[in-house]
């Protein structure tokens, strides 16, 4: 039973481009979402948050927008630079549990 | 440094050994969450301790694995009798509080392969 998904392994867009990582949850319970960018031998690196009291939070070029009723997040990343190039990883929660349900990860290639 | 601490980076053991793997948390953080990513796979959940309360286990895969944290800092985390299922990266995160506070902060993780 997988909570959250992400059904995009990788994305490849160029770079100076908008780069659309997606992501849907199952769980109405979770209230808190997150979203994670991961290099490879290193650990998760918190990028971006949201609660689910708003629809849009937005810091610098990273912007996440939550559609509660089709329980979708999606995380916009724009311009797109090759250091950008990475996993991300979306994760949710709710206040009760604590921890954090990650999906499978997107791998997101920045070409010049 | 300001940031959660793991080691080893890297453990290379054999089948039925013991492991044992250690996360130092930032500073201040009273809760502390171990994950681990298998090959391929996203992050999956272990266990978790928030100050002095009872640590929840429910992410534990079996009873060969086990974790404590002393002094409501550093955390240990015990696999034993390892199998070659075991072999993931194994990932410590550190959080300042419950509400609002919510931000995981991830350590570089621990690499285990069992032979």
């Known amino acids: 039973d997988q909570q959250v998904k992400q059904n995009s392994p990788s994305l490849s867009v160029q770079e100076g481009r908008i780069s659309i990582l997606n992501c849907d949850y199952t769980?109405?319970?979770?209230?808190?979402f997150l979203w994670y960018k991961k290099y490879p031998a290193e650990g998760p690196t918190f990028l971006i948050s949201?609660?689910?009291?708003?629809d849009k939070n937005e810091d610098g070029r990273f912007t996440v927008f939550l559609n509660k009723s089709a329980k979708h997040l999606s995380l916009h990343i724009v311009p797109s630079q090759p250091g950008d190039s990475a996993v991300y990883f979306c994760?949710?929660?709710?206040?009760?549990?604590?921890?954090?349900?990650f999906g499978q990860g997107t791998r997101l290639t920045i070409n010049p | 440094g300001a940031g959660v601490s793991q080691s080893p980076s890297n453990k290379v053991t054999e089948k039925g050994k013991d492991v044992e793997l250690r996360c130092d948390p930032i500073?201040?953080?009273?809760?502390l969450y171990w994950y681990r990513q298998s090959l391929g796979q996203g992050l999956e959940f272990l266990i978790y301790?928030?100050?002095?309360?009872?640590?929840?286990k429910s992410g534990l895969p079996s009873d060969r694995f086990s974790a404590e944290r002393t002094g409501g800092s550093v955390s240990t985390l015990t696999i034993q009798r390892t199998q070659q299922e075991d072999s993931a990266v194994y990932l410590c995160?550190?959080?300042?509080?419950?509400?609002?506070?919510?931000?995981?902060?991830f350590g570089p993780g621990t690499r285990l392969t069992v032979l």
């Open positions: 995160a550190s959080s300042l509080d419950r509400g609002q506070f919510r931000v995981q902060f």
């Open positions: 769980n109405s319970m979770f209230d808190y």
């Open positions: 949201i609660s689910s009291i708003k």
């Open positions: 994760a949710a929660t709710d206040q009760g549990a604590q921890k954090l349900v």
């Open positions: 500073s201040g953080h009273t809760a």
């Open positions: 301790f928030q100050g002095n309360s009872a640590p929840d």
